[in-house]
């Protein structure tokens, strides 16, 4: 079974810095996308940012300028470096993957980890 485990949440004052780890482990063939979603209380899940197996990007408005999305498609591991948080970016932060987890089949499946919590005091 492919399992998603986040790391890397935590408190931090507005205008500091956490870096978001994620690793993917379990029967995996292959993972075309991995990405960040975020949910904070009383919102609608959001997407924050992606990267391809190719290594295309792709970030919201609201981040872009701050954070950096990078992946490691040997260790099948993507990282979110956020800098200069603010208070609205407080949430619970999600990873997403596209995984295809058997050869007989090329279709590719979304997990999600369960979550890390950032909370940004101003």
């Known amino acids: 079974q492919v399992q998603l485990v986040e790391s890397g949440g935590g408190l931090v004052q507005a205008g500091g810095s956490l870096t978001l780890s994620c690793a993917a482990s379990g029967t995996i063939v292959s993972i075309s996308a991995m990405g960040w979603y975020r949910q904070a209380p009383g919102k609608q899940r959001e997407l924050v940012a992606g990267v391809t197996s190719g290594g295309v990007t792709n970030y919201a408005d609201f981040v872009k300028g701050r954070f950096t999305i990078s992946r490691d498609n040997a260790k099948n591991t993507v990282t979110l470096q956020m800098n200069s948080l603010k208070p609205e970016d407080a949430a619970v932060y999600y990873c997403?993957?596209?995984?295809?987890?058997?050869?007989?089949?090329?279709?590719?499946?979304?997990?999600w980890g369960q979550g890390t919590q950032v909370t940004v005091s101003s």
């Open positions: 997403n993957a596209a995984i295809q987890t058997s050869v007989w089949s090329e279709t590719y499946f979304r997990y």
